[in-house]
């Protein structure tokens, strides 16, 4: 279940992020059914396939089957069950999407306390479906934004001062 894991992205991007930490495997017996256009499939059972990216935090050993049994019990609820029948999706439609993100929020906080933070989630249904939740996506964008943000006053700001100091206004 456990296995080291470096991910880069892709060559060329200059935001290149480096992680090393740990890659768990999970798997989630459930059965769901969807509504598509007002008209509901028929439930239909799957072995969801869950996939956590784990960063430790800092330098100290953690028991890995206890983090194991924290991820379980949050799993545990939906093992075998109807997921539409399971809180919340008895209020929200159980598609790989909302699973993804219902289980990637759920998991950050009870991995709060262990020395690890939840990189990244993957969800499939099948092994040519998956999903995947990533809150450094997003931040990643927004860090992108401010640095262009930066340099460009800054430039400007250069080429104002030197054409002031040359005396081109």
């Not at 989630?28 to 969801?48: R, Y």
């Not at 949050?74 to 699973?99: A, H, R, S, W």
């Not at 964008?141 to 460009?152: A, D, R, S, Y």
Request: aromatic share 14%; charged share 30%.
């Amino acid at each position: 279940r456990i296995c080291y894991v470096n991910l880069y992205w892709q060559e060329g991007d200059e935001d290149k992020i480096k992680f090393k930490g740990y890659k768990y495997k999970f798997s989630l017996n459930a059965s769901h059914s969807i509504s598509i256009n007002q008209k509901s499939s028929d439930s239909h059972f799957h072995t969801f396939e869950l996939v956590l990216f784990l960063e430790a935090t800092d330098e100290s050993f953690m028991p890995y089957d206890e983090l194991e049994k924290v991820v379980y019990e949050c799993l545990g609820p939906y093992e075998y069950k109807e997921l539409g029948e399971v809180e919340p999706f008895d209020q929200t439609q159980p598609t790989i999407e909302n699973m993804g993100s219902v289980f990637f929020d759920k998991l950050k906080i009870a991995l709060e306390s262990f020395p690890f933070r939840l990189v990244k989630l993957e969800i499939s249904e099948t092994p040519s479906r998956t999903y995947i939740v990533s809150p450094y996506d997003k931040s990643l964008k927004k860090e992108k934004v401010k640095h262009l943000l930066i340099e460009n006053i800054l430039s400007n700001t250069s080429k104002a001062v030197m054409q002031d100091a040359l005396g081109n206004n």
